[in-house]
């Protein structure tokens, strides 16, 4: 099972980190969530304190891992926030156990599959981790914060490497091998009758806002923040990122 954690009382919201992140990246947001609602932390497989199960994290394995997980804490039905990994995690769960899930939302992600040029940086991602993770992390936790916000973001940025850190090697290969087998999901996006959110980093390098803001379907229920960030909205811009999960949890 998954290493989790659970504060608050009242209806269950799901937080599902990103890859190279653990629980401790929604410290602040879980901390708020829980003053209305029992909010549920999960280390997803490799990441924090969960285990490795696979030489490949797919998404489906993921999503099945936080199903038990729920099931031991007697959750059946709950809302899911999702940040980048996270969010690839909680289609996957949608498309496998929709009835679980009242509602969810996608924090610097996408429903679309890795372009093959995608696919490619992950495997080269997985050779860099294999020869020497922190050279992994020392480039590639900077690119996620907007160039723009680097100077004022040093402490945010000191402690995404910290956590980034936590991962066992085995877990950020595993979760790179899995990331780019991941299939196009743009479809729960049309047929999910609950509510959907969905927050764009305007200067994103991982997930391209401009072809994500091309599939996002014309639906009332479906809800979408732009943020002036980079991939990581609710370090960058936490007061904005947080009104609007709150707003959409209501």
Do not use: C
């Amino acid at each position: 099972m998954l290493n989790y954690e659970v504060i608050g009382d009242g209806k269950p919201v799901v937080l599902l980190h990103g890859y190279l992140e653990n629980m401790k990246m929604w410290k602040k947001l879980a901390e708020r969530l829980s003053s209305s609602r029992k909010v549920i932390l999960i280390d997803l497989p490799g990441h924090g304190e969960s285990g490795n199960f696979d030489e490949i994290h797919t998404m489906e394995l993921m999503a099945v891992k936080v199903r038990e997980t729920l099931a031991f804490l007697k959750i059946s039905n709950a809302d899911f926030i999702g940040h980048s990994m996270g969010g690839y995690v909680t289609l996957a769960y949608v498309e496998k156990f929709p009835v679980d899930v009242n509602s969810f939302a996608l924090m610097n992600s996408s429903s679309l599959p890795d372009s093959d040029e995608k696919k490619e940086q992950r495997l080269k991602a997985v050779v860099t981790a294999e020869k020497n993770l922190d050279t992994l992390i020392k480039m590639s936790v900077p690119s996620l914060f907007a160039e723009q916000n680097l100077e004022d973001l040093k402490q945010e940025i000191a402690f995404t490497k910290e956590l980034a850190r936590e991962t066992s090697l085995q877990g950020v290969t595993s979760a790179l091998k899995g990331m780019r087998l991941r299939p196009d999901r743009t479809q729960i996006l049309n047929d999910f009758r609950g509510k959907i959110g969905i927050i764009i980093g305007k200067y994103d390098k991982a997930v391209n806002p401009e072809e994500l803001k091309k599939i996002i379907p014309p639906r009332e229920n479906i809800s979408v923040l732009e943020l002036e960030t980079g991939h990581m909205s609710h370090l960058e811009a936490p007061e904005e990122t947080l009104g609007f999960i709150e707003g959409f949890l209501e």
